[in-house]
């Protein structure tokens, strides 16, 4: 075919219309599919049916009774279910094409499958099949993987109940995607970095899974091993919390974001007493709540649980709590011990800032100002910061009251070649 005016053509082919019309399809695909809306959480829901009367079970017993279960969330304003019509479910055939949907309708959630009426020794029953897919921000294939892994665990692929009981199984099924939407959901809000939303999901899961993991005396196993789950993300939730307070006290040196910590600590530790993190955290508020023996006795019950990457650390905060309270012996002992372990040289300078503090705030401590130049000479190391720690501490007069170390200090000036 040719269409053109005056002196021009162009040439249209059978090919160029075939393309046309392709083109057309999906860009019609894509803009007349449902979209989720900004700030919301969109689920999406493309299960399959076979007939009138399994749609109108599943959007009056089972999306129904979603949609009021997550309005009862304390998120329940950030939820936005969104259910395929059948004309696009259909078209939902396996991971590849649930991904294309995903994105396409901007949702972070797509729980996809079909339901059917089958005769199963000569009793009807209605049957789920179940896949789900979450889309989030670029993670590294680890952490991806175990999102997967999450989805794929707590979604029940495959659910069989008899129709003489359909009130009961839609029940049971729609209170099963609930929990996994709002677990999944956590996962990805976690793993995407919104740690608020993440730990109420976790937190409100925390209280709802034990109440129904038996039902007539029987365990569930899917609810057992979303609880196993959803106690683990919990935690990762709290440590999370007290990482971000902690760094806001590291930029602004104020106690405030310290004592922030508690709240969530108290929570941790009925989670997790045994919890490596939540302790370091807890002997540091304890000594900023000025009971430095309470935070020695917090990290000298831990210490036999901490791994050999994170020990030198345990003894260079144990050092330093011995040097402030003045028993030298035991915080040498525990610096020497702690230079033979590997510890990043960043928290090394935040070591060195933090005894800085503490001298600048009590400078009648002169013993630390020698353990401060320890940490400069052995862990850094910084030679000149080293030897003008340990002039200081040797030239002051009240150093006489730590003899060992006023020797200590000299033969270290003495090795220093500048």
Do not use: C
Request: charge should be positive; hydrophobic fraction near 40%.
């Amino acid at each position: 075919m040719k269409f053109g005016y005056g002196d021009y053509y162009i040439d249209v082919t059978t090919e160029d219309v075939a393309s046309i019309h392709k083109l057309s399809k999906e860009m019609f695909a894509r803009l007349f599919v449902p979209k989720n809306k900004p700030l919301e959480i969109g689920i999406i829901i493309a299960i399959k049916t076979e007939n009138n009367k399994e749609k109108i079970r599943l959007e009056n017993d089972l999306i129904a009774g979603l949609n009021e279960y997550l309005d009862k969330s304390k998120l329940s304003n950030r939820f936005n279910i969104i259910n395929y019509p059948e004309s696009i479910s259909s078209k939902i055939i396996n991971s590849e094409t649930a991904k294309l949907y995903l994105n396409r309708s901007r949702a972070h959630l797509i729980v996809f499958g079909s339901l059917a009426e089958r005769n199963i020794n000569g009793e009807n029953n209605y049957i789920f099949k179940l896949q789900g897919l979450v889309r989030h921000v670029p993670i590294k294939g680890s952490v991806k993987r175990r999102l997967a892994e999450d989805f794929s665990t707590s979604l029940p692929n495959k659910l069989v109940f008899p129709e003489t009981k359909e009130l009961l199984g839609f029940e049971l099924t729609k209170d099963l995607l609930g929990y996994v939407i709002k677990f999944i959901s956590g996962s990805a809000a976690q793993v995407s970095g919104d740690k608020n939303i993440s730990y109420k999901l976790f937190k409100e899961l925390s209280s709802e899974l034990p109440i129904i993991q038996k039902v007539n005396g029987v365990e569930n196993p899917i609810v057992t091993e979303i609880i196993k789950r959803n106690r683990f993300r919990l935690i990762g939730s709290l440590v999370l919390k007290i990482e971000d307070l902690y760094n806001i006290y590291s930029l602004k040196r104020k106690d405030d974001a310290i004592f922030e910590t508690e709240s969530i600590l108290n929570e941790l530790r009925i989670i997790d007493p045994d919890n490596i993190y939540g302790s370091l955290a807890y002997a540091l508020l304890l000594f900023k709540k000025l009971n430095t023996d309470g935070a020695i006795s917090e990290l000298e019950s831990t210490l036999p649980k901490v791994n050999n990457n994170d020990i030198a650390l345990w003894r260079y905060n144990l050092g330093f709590l011995y040097a402030y309270i003045g028993k030298i012996k035991e915080a040498l002992e525990f610096y020497r011990k702690a230079s033979y372990g590997i510890i990043d040289p960043g928290v090394i300078n935040d070591l060195e800032i933090f005894i800085s503090e503490e001298i600048s705030k009590n400078p009648q401590l002169i013993q630390l100002i020698f353990f401060r130049g320890l940490i400069n000479y052995k862990a850094k190391p910084d030679y000149v910061l080293a030897k003008k720690d340990f002039e200081t501490f040797v030239n002051n007069i009240d150093s006489k009251k730590y003899p060992d170390i006023v020797g200590l200090a000299k033969k270290y000036l003495s090795e220093i070649p500048y």
